[in-house]
Structure formats: C-alpha cells, structure tokens
Nanobody, 121 residues
C-alpha cells in the first residue's frame, strides 16, 4: 500500500506564493510508482488536473490554467514531490490532492487526504 501525505496549504493573498509538499511512503513505492500528480477541487466543481511528472523523468505536465505560474518537482531521496505556486489568483482556491499511479497513463490509484489552499483578493 502506498501512502501520500500533503502539507503546506493555507491562506494567502492574491499575487503571493505557496509551496505544497507530498511525502510518499509504503512498501511498494520503490518498484511500482511511475507517475505523481497534483489535482485540485474547487467548491462545487469537479476535481481537475493540475500537474504531473514521471518519477524517473524530468518531463513535467501542467494544466493550461497554471502553466508558467506553478512548478512541480521531486526529491527522490526524500520521496517527496512539491508544487510551487506563484502569482496565485483567487481562482486557484481549492483543495489540492497529491496522487500516484503505477502506470504511465490512466487514472490515479493512490490519493492523499488533500490540503486546502485559499487565495484572497
């Protein structure tokens, strides 16, 4: 079983920055997790893709709405992925979820509990 634990959410003013962290643990992690992702869910809306990266690659993918403002990265030694968010907008307000899967494509299988990000105008 894989466990994902997010941290770093909070309340910030528009234009400011915030960094989320997701620590990954579990006995299957080293051999099975291929892709990590961040998704978010705003109040009353569906969960949407934000960013993803392959654990053994430098390629990173972003939703158009965050491209140029958010940066996803990883620290292999710490088994942690990060989402650096800058130039935050009120529209970025959502619960942010870290996710993982064992396949290069498809749905995410493992989810964190989510962390709230609120951007005030």
């Amino acid at each position: 079983q894989v466990q994902l634990v997010e941290s770093g959410g909070g309340l910030v003013q528009a234009g400011n920055s915030l960094t989320l962290s997701c620590e990954v643990s579990g006995r299957t992690f080293d051999n099975e997790i291929l892709v990590m992702g961040w998704l978010r869910q705003a109040p009353g809306k569906e969960r949407k893709f934000v960013s993803a990266l392959a654990w053994n690659s430098t390629v990173t993918y972003y939703a158009d709405s965050v491209k140029g403002r958010f940066t996803m990265s990883r620290d292999n030694a710490k088994k942690t992925v990060y989402l650096q968010m800058s130039s935050l907008e009120p529209e970025d307000t959502a619960v942010y979820y870290c996710a993982a899967r064992r396949t290069t494509v498809g749905t995410f299988e493992y989810w964190g509990q989510g962390t709230q990000v609120t951007v005030s105008s």
